[in-house]
């Protein structure tokens, strides 16, 4: 009879893992680089909303912003910064920033609630002004989901504008990403913040009034 442990018991391979100490030291010098370059995007998109004037909802802070790193996003460990953030009952109005280890980098713009129609107007408005920059709506029933591709997002092109209509025709919010691989020359040269900025700007058609 088979021991009730026998399926708990470490092969070697998972054995060299737990006592491999410099992966570990690796792991922990990777998350802080991350971080830093998270909080020097962050910097600078504050630097963006001086300049701007955006369709902020009621009770807006400037000053609000969340930085967050997990292990856990299915299975894998994963960094992110909300800033702008602004989650107040039914209302949201965030851009996240997320390093998903193991699958890729998202900037998202995130609205829900009262901002949504005017956004989603200034969305078929100034469509053209938004397609063709390596945008994509999200497709899933939740803003949580972060997967990319068919039956999760949906490209922002310019001969897509008739079915991103249909997406969002019954929609009380609406999640926007770009997503960069992890292997990206850019990120290889520290270039997340500038990254950051862009994806952002490119958002602005959609977000001012």
Known sequence: MASPLHGHLLTPTELTLVGDR????????????????????????????????????????????????????????YQYVDYPKHFLGDDKFTFRSLCWWGHHLVFAMIVEGGQVKQCKKNFFDRFHQLAGHGLELSLAPTLWEWKRGEGYTLPITHDR????????????????????????????????????????????PLLTP
């Not at 010098?29 to 902020?56: D, H, M, N, P, Y």
């Not at 919010?173 to 862009?198: D, N, Q």
Request: proline share 7%; charged share 25%; with cysteine.
């Open 22 to 77: 410099e992966l570990f030291l690796a792991k922990e010098r990777t998350i802080l680089k991350v971080q830093a370059l998270l909080a020097t995007l962050q910097a600078g998109l504050q630097e963006e909303l001086a300049g701007t004037t955006l369709l902020f909802p009621p009770g807006f802070d400037p000053a609000k912003a969340q930085s967050v790193k997990g292990e856990r996003l299915e299975q894998c460990p």
């Open 161 to 204: 504008k008739a079915q991103l209509a249909a997406v969002l025709s019954g929609r009380s919010w609406f999640k926007i990403a770009r997503f960069v691989p992890l292997e990206s020359p850019a990120l290889c040269e520290g270039r997340l913040p500038e990254l950051g900025r862009e994806t952002f700007r490119s958002l602005l």
